[in-house]
């Protein structure tokens, strides 16, 4: 391939780009959000112990998701809000992963987690119809499917306490995953997702598919189903062989939320990884009140990479890991 198709095959991305940031603005201006900034720079990081903040100086981090200021948006009144903003984390680098990325977050007051659905499928209309051309077919039919079928049809697991850690062991063995015997519950459970059912959801997920219904260890910020306490208010987007999309159902109560940052706390001192402070303006904000809502955190470079049919993440990014 020459160099000359090459810059201009580079440059239609860059510009079909530009165009997809436009267009979601658009969408959300006639949808009656406010747009809003949040601060790249925070005091206190996520807890979540499958991610790494990056550190910005003695005390501070760059954000790895504006999700704690977007909710005491809504605790201080605002219904509808977005952001699109710079994320930040140590360490993910590959071919949809990029240490810095572009993050689009949105917010609804009052709705449930069906209504972002809704908006998912919306949104990435609005955009296909008005870019002049994309490499996906968006008129397609949009499937769901929960998470316990996937993980009892591919490891034979099931996800409502019922089983031991020995035996979930004993299962990621007969597919060929090995576990260390310390492990929690919740890793377990991640090593045979992360290891086993994403790749197979990599290569079968040409159409979208919407995975529901999470076990709560892996959704520490989102509210338990009313009918199932096993499991939460969750859905991962599933297409063109990446996830692109992660929303909750939003807790809004303060003390439960406290008490799963210190079961956080605990796990991250067990793994021996750093232990962070909680963001107590983020529970002081729960405290006065937050209403139900739904949010979701979709990855703007991922969805470039959808329409523009690019294998790799740094294909769609002005300037990438690899490319500074």
Known sequence: MSFEHIASQRKHILKTRAQILRLIRDFFYKSGFVEVETPLLVRYPTLDVNIRPVAAGKDNWL????????????????????????????????????????????????????????????????CAKNLPQISVETDVSWNTITVEALTKKYVGIAIDGSESQSLLRDKLASVGLSADDNLQWSDLFYT????????????????????????????????????????????????????IANAFGELSDAVEQRERFEQDQRLRQEKGLPVYEMDEAFLNALNKGMPPAGGIALGVDRLVMLFTGSHTISDVLTFSDSKH
């Not at 994320?87 to 992963?97: I, K, L, P, V």
């Not at 790749?199 to 076990?215: G, H, R, Y």
Request: include cysteine.
């Open 63 to 126: 954000i790895t998701s504006p999700e704690f200021q977007m909710k005491q948006l809504l605790c201080e009144g605002f219904e509808q809000i977005y952001t699109i903003c710079k994320c930040f984390r140590y360490g993910e680098t590959g071919d949809q992963h990029n240490s810095e990325f572009t993050m689009l977050e949105w917010y609804r007051a009052h709705v449930d987690v069906d209504v972002i659905m809704h908006d998912v499928k919306n949104l990435i209309g609005f």
């Open 192 to 243: 045979a997702w992360v290891e086993r059912i994403d790749p197979i959801l990599a290569k079968e997920t040409k159409d979208p598919l919407f995975v529901v219904d999470w076990p709560i260890e892996l959704a520490s910020l989102a509210r338990r189903k009313a009918d199932n306490p096993y499991l939460v208010e969750r859905f991962e987007l599933y297409w063109g062989g990446f996830e």
